[in-house]
């Protein structure tokens, strides 16, 4: 059963985070609910669940780690991670966190996704947490678990994670590009600080992390400027920052990644 809003703290240390472990662990139920609150900066240590596990950014931004790469969950979405895979997370802001629990069985996914949560799986989530209902029947409360099992394969998958390389010095590159992104950023600078061709970087960056270098770039560009956005820096600056010649370019790029404008998303952030 989902755990209700008593349960809802605002901060735990690490014996509560491991404790929380081990009630996902020994719990039978086909779904399970945790609500709980993070301050800015707190770090989630290495882990993993048995369970397939949603975890969403019901207000803030999260940065999850996995060995293959790192995962940005904004505001109104969630992250989707497969069971037995070892994670990490940090806040970036204050985040109020929901997370779901279910069966390896109810999710075909592989890798983590990033995903949009609809208003009905945001609402199903948010009953299972406790937060809108204190107290549910069994059949009310299984019927929500069922109804959101059915949901989660229907939500919308968004481009949000940064896959990095295992060449050790490919990551280094892509380590220092996240602190300073530029969309200018191009393949032959690269090419030049690893020592090789222009192709064989190509064919290296693609093997390494299963997208195109201008893919990643663009990627990354909008991956780090999420946090500054977030914290309610001017868009224009954030996007003369991460080396667009305007922001018109730097809308689009985030749109399409995000699904809407930079500043709906700062609406939604503030709602």
Known sequence: MAKSDRNYVPELPDDDHFRSLEWIEKANAPVLAIGKDYGSGLVVPLHSHSRTQ?????????LVRTP??????????ALLIPAGMEHSAEMVSDVRMHSIYISPTAS???RPLVLEVSPLAASLIDELVGVECATSSERRESLIMDLLLEEIPRLTERPLGLPFPRDRKLAALCRQFLKAPSAAANIDEWAERLGISRRSFTRLFRQETGVSFVTWRQQACIFASLPRIADGEPITTVALD????NVAAFTTMFRRMLGAPPSLYLRTQAA
């Open 54 to 62: 949603l975890w969403w950014a019901r207000s803030g931004v999260v």
């Open 68 to 77: 293959d790469g790192r995962w940005m969950i904004p505001p109104g979405h």
């Open 242 to 245: 991460a080396g667009y010649e």
């Open 108 to 110: 075909q996914a592989r």
